[in-house]
C-alpha cells in the first residue's frame, strides 16, 4: 500500500487508536487523519458524514467506541448497546456512500458465546447466547461485524473485522470505575504498595482463565490488514495463550513490588470462565505476537508510573 494512502482513524486517541497511529507512523504512513470526540461526536450521522465527505479518506479504521469492564456495562446498558452501533453505523455507512474500499472493524473477544468451545474459533460467532454482563455491547459489536461482512459480500470492497482478545498497554484506562481488569489491578497493587503494602481486594474467584495481548501487537496486526488484502471477513487477534486471573494476579503483584495479601472477593461476578483465541487463521497469513505478557506488564506498569499524575485524561503528546 502507498505510504501516502489517506487514512483515517476513527478514535485516534484512544488505547488502541493512538497505538494504531504510532506504529503507522513508524511505518512510515504519513497521510493520517483524526478527530477527538469533542471535534467529531460520531454519534451524530449528519456530522459523520459531511465529515468523511470532506476528508475523502481512501481506508478507515474504526478504533472508536464506548469500552469498558463489567462494572460499566452493567450499569450503563443503554449506551453500550445505543452508542457502540450508531458510532460503527455512521462510520460503515458514510464510508460505503464515499466509496471507501477498504475498512477495518474492531470486534472483541468477548462477543463470542458464553459458553463456547475453547479456543475460539471464528466460526463460533453467533452459535450460542452470550455472557449477560456484557450482552449490550456484544450485541452491537456483532452488528458491527455482519454489516462488514454484508458490504464485503455485496459490493466485493475489503471490510474485515478483527477481533481483538483482551488488550492492554500505554495509554490504558486505569480509573477502577471503567477499567479492564488487568490495568485495574497494575493500580491497585501500586496503590497498596505505596500505602505500605496493604491488603489487595480483587473481584470474583480468580479461577477464569484469560489471555492477553500488548496493544502494539494489536497495531501490527492492524497494519498487516491493512497491507494485505485478509480473504475472509474476520481474524482472531490475540497470543493463543491464556492464564488464570490468580496467576495474572501474582505476576502483576511482583511487577509492582507489592508485598502485601490478595483477598479475593468471591460475592463479585467472575464473567466467562475461559476465554482464549485460535489465532491460527492470522498465523496462518504470517501475523504473530512479538511482546510476551511479563515484558508487555513491565512496559504498562513503567508507563502507568511516568504518568501517575494524569493516568486518568491522558492527551497525545
Ligand atoms: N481495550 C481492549 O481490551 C479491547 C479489546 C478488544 C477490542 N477492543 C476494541 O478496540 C477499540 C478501541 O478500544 P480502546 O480500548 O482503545 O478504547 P478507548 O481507549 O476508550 O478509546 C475509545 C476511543 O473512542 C472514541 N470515542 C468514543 N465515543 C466517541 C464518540 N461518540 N465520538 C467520537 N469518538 C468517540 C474516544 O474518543 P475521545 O478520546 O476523543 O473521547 C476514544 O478515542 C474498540 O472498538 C474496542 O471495542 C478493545
Redesign the pocket.
Given at each position: 500500500m502507498n505510504k501516502n494512502t489517506k487514512i483515517y482513524i476513527?478514535?485516534?486517541?484512544?488505547?488502541?487508536?493512538?497505538a494504531i497511529w504510532r506504529t503507522l507512523s513508524e511505518n512510515g504512513f504519513s497521510n493520517l487523519i483524526g478527530?477527538?470526540?469533542?471535534e467529531?461526536?460520531?454519534?451524530n450521522q449528519q456530522a459523520v458524514r459531511d465529515f468523511i465527505k470532506k476528508e475523502n479518506p481512501e481506508v478507515i479504521i474504526?478504533?472508536?467506541?464506548?469500552?469498558g469492564g463489567i462494572l460499566a456495562n452493567n450499569d450503563f446498558p443503554y449506551q453500550f448497546i445505543m452508542?457502540n452501533m450508531?458510532?460503527q453505523n455512521n462510520l460503515i455507512d458514510s464510508a460505503l456512500q464515499n466509496d471507501v474500499d477498504k475498512f477495518i472493524f474492531?470486534?472483541?473477544?468477548?462477543i463470542y458465546p458464553k459458553l463456547a468451545p475453547q479456543p475460539l474459533k471464528e466460526e463460533y460467532l453467533l452459535t450460542d447466547t452470550l455472557e449477560p454482563t456484557n450482552e449490550w455491547?456484544a450485541i452491537a459489536?456483532i452488528t458491527g461485524v455482519k454489516t462488514c461482512q454484508a458490504i464485503r459480500n455485496q459490493f466485493g470492497k475489503d471490510y474485515v473485522s478483527l477481533?481483538?482478545?483482551?488488550?492492554?498497554g500505554t495509554?490504558?484506562?486505569f480509573d477502577l470505575n471503567t477499567s479492564?481488569v488487568l490495568p485495574a489491578m497494575i493500580r491497585k497493587f501500586h496503590e497498596a504498595k505505596e500505602n505500605n503494602h496493604a491488603p489487595v481486594t480483587l473481584w470474583g474467584s480468580g479461577l477464569p482463565m484469560r489471555e492477553f495481548l500488548f496493544?502494539d501487537d494489536m497495531a501490527k496486526a492492524v497494519v498487516f490488514a491493512l497491507e494485505n488484502k485478509l480473504p475472509d471477513y474476520l481474524y482472531n487477534v490475540g497470543t493463543g495463550e491464556d492464564l488464570t486471573i490468580k496467576e495474572l494476579a501474582e505476576i502483576i503483584q511482583e511487577i509492582t513490588g507489592h508485598k502485601g495479601e490478595i483477598i479475593w472477593d468471591s460475592t463479585k461476578p467472575d464473567g466467562t470462565p475461559r476465554k482464549l483465541m485460535d489465532v491460527s487463521k492470522m498465523h496462518e497469513l504470517g501475523w504473530k505476537h512479538q511482546v510476551d505478557l511479563k515484558e508487555g506488564i513491565q512496559k504498562t506498569y513503567n508507563w502507568f508510573l511516568e504518568n501517575t499524575e494524569n493516568f486518568k485524561q491522558v492527551k497525545l503528546k
Open positions: 476513527a478514535g485516534h486517541k484512544g488505547m488502541v487508536g493512538s478527530a477527538s470526540s469533542k467529531l461526536d460520531l454519534r474504526d478504533a472508536a467506541a464506548r469500552v452508542e450508531q458510532i474492531l470486534g472483541s473477544s468477548c455491547y459489536k477481533m481483538p482478545t483482551n488488550l492492554y495509554y490504558d484506562n479492564h496493544v
